[in-house]
């Protein structure tokens, strides 16, 4: 790989006798990995694991995900191994009941992967600042089927006016790269000593920006994808000196080659290709000082059964239908966890939301026309419709949004299942059966192979 002049003389003495294989490793194949969406579906035959994430896997070799009808389900996540390790902070710093920010998610790796961790009394707010890759993380997050999630699409500093709202806040910042570019040749031509300059200042105002909506005590967690030490500890040194925060540690296996900080006093956990099967990351985790209570809005977390009494075979789409809030917006319903509802209200009042919760469907005339977020949310009544099980010629069809014929099948919408794992809905008029799968979500390449392996 041709590094950047002032990339190897910056680099190297950081890395004193290991450049050398670590620049081997730059040369090398970038590992697959995936994280399976264990709601949806098991790790089946996957046994080559990511050590510090349960639902993390490495893959022999990287299929066509976009012909595994599978990934399109949200049944897995296509995540680098190294950036799964935030599934190791949570599991040693989260705790029943939080209120999680990730405030830079598209396109949704962290976000799914922090859905994971979240109890049903807990919220995720998942947000990402331009508009185009907001679209994507909505997307990513519908397909993931969590209800307790709200995709917001704001600038930190307008995130930073939910005073003391959220108990952790990911900061998986902008960055100059370094750590992809064995996997984007864009991450090297894009590199220079001022590029790194102005992410630090970048990062350093977003993490100032939102730091007001994070609580007293609350965790802070820092990420980047680069490798200098102004991105990282020099920034996580900042944040305890300008913004008032400990850092904190992480309890790791020495197995398991995650290398330290390279700053004496900073606690930090590094990622290097040469050492570890990933690509470079780096992360820390760090506790807002104060008074647990100072700054917090309070917000009454009292359960608020449904406002609107929706017909009752509608909430039968749904399971645990009592425990949701059934409301409607723009023409379409929607369902909210109960217990977190008026903490939705505060979002609304100050935030520009995507998506929430369960977005059900919409009355058109005598029909109700279920959503696909309904299709794919892990609380859908499948009993609620008819349920047809395809093949995986017919699912690539239905994802390429292609018009299917299903004689044999009653009228009406029916649920497709691939591999018992929902797709989406059709509408069957007999003769042909209206697809419904989302334009803008479709397959668009038109090369589609005669079969494929499963991955899992
Ligand atoms: N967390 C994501 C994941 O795991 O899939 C990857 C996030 S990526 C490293 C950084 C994100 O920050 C990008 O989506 C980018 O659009 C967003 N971003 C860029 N400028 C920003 C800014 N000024 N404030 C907040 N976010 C910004």
Redesign the pocket.
């Known amino acids: 790989m041709n590094l950047p002049t002032d990339f190897v003389t910056y680099t190297k003495p950081l890395l004193g006798e290991q450049w050398k294989s670590f620049v081997e490793a730059l040369d090398g194949e970038s590992p697959t990995s995936i994280r399976i969406n264990h709601s949806k579906m098991t790790s089946g035959k996957l046994s080559n694991q990511v050590s510090w994430c349960d639902n993390g896997f490495y893959l022999d070799k990287r299929p066509q995900f976009t012909f595994d009808p599978l990934f399109h389900a949200g049944g897995y996540y296509v995540q680098e191994a190294s ?1 799964m390790f935030i599934a190791r902070v949570l599991k040693q710093y989260a705790s029943p009941s939080m209120k999680v920010l ?10 799914t992967l922090i859905a994971d961790f979240l109890d049903e009394h807990s919220l995720l707010v998942s947000n ?3 508009r185009s ?1 907001a679209n994507i993380l909505s997307e990513n997050i519908t397909k993931w089927g969590n209800p307790n999630t709200i995709v917001t699409n704001n ?2 500093s307008r995130i930073g006016k939910l005073k003391g709202f959220f108990d952790i806040v990911l900061v ?4 100059s790269g370094e750590g992809m570019f064995r996997k984007d040749e864009g991450a090297v031509a894009e590199w220079s000593l001022e590029n790194v300059r102005l992410c630090k200042e ?1 990062q350093q105002r ?1 993490l100032a920006d939102v730091w007001p909506a994070l609580r007293s005590g609350g965790v802070l967690i820092y990420s980047t ?1 680069t490798y200098n030490l102004e991105e990282n500890e020099q920034n996580v040194r900042w944040i305890c000196d300008e913004l008032g925060a400990d850092i904190l540690s992480v309890d790791i296996d020495e197995e398991w080659e995650i290398s330290s900080s390279l700053i004496e006093g900073v606690t930090a956990y590094r990622f290097f290709p040469h050492k570890m099967n990933g690509e470079g990351f780096f992360c820390a985790v760090l506790r807002k000082k104060g008074d647990e209570e100072n700054g917090v809005r309070k917000i009454k977390d009292k359960d608020n059964r449904s406002k609107i009494n929706l017909e009752t075979e509608y909430k039968n789409l749904i399971l645990n239908s009592d425990r949701f809030t059934f409301y409607p917006r723009n023409d379409k319903w929607f369902a909210f966890p109960s217990c977190l509802y008026n903490y939705l209200q505060t979002i609304k009042s100050e935030l520009n939301i995507l998506s929430e919760g369960i977005c059900l469907g919409e009355f058109k005339g005598k029909d109700f026309v279920p959503e696909q977020s309904l299709a794919l949310s892990n609380f859908l009544n499948r009993e609620a419709f008819v349920t047809l099980e395809v093949d995986w010629k017919t699912a690539i069809s239905y994802l390429r949004k292609e018009a299917l014929v299903f004689t044999d099948q009653p009228k009406g919408y029916i649920l497709l299942t691939y591999r018992n794992i929902p797709l989406g809905f059709v509408k069957n008029i007999g003769n042909r059966a209206n697809n419904l799968y989302p334009q803008e979500w479709r397959i668009r390449s038109s090369n589609v192979p005669d079969q494929v392996e499963n991955i899992i």
């Not at 990730?102 to 976000?111: T, V």
């Not at 998986?172 to 960055?175: K, M, V």
């Open positions: 950036s990730d405030l830079c998610a598209a396109p949704g790796g962290k976000s990402e600042v331009i890759r600038d930190p998986d910042a902008p960055c970048r977003i994808c």
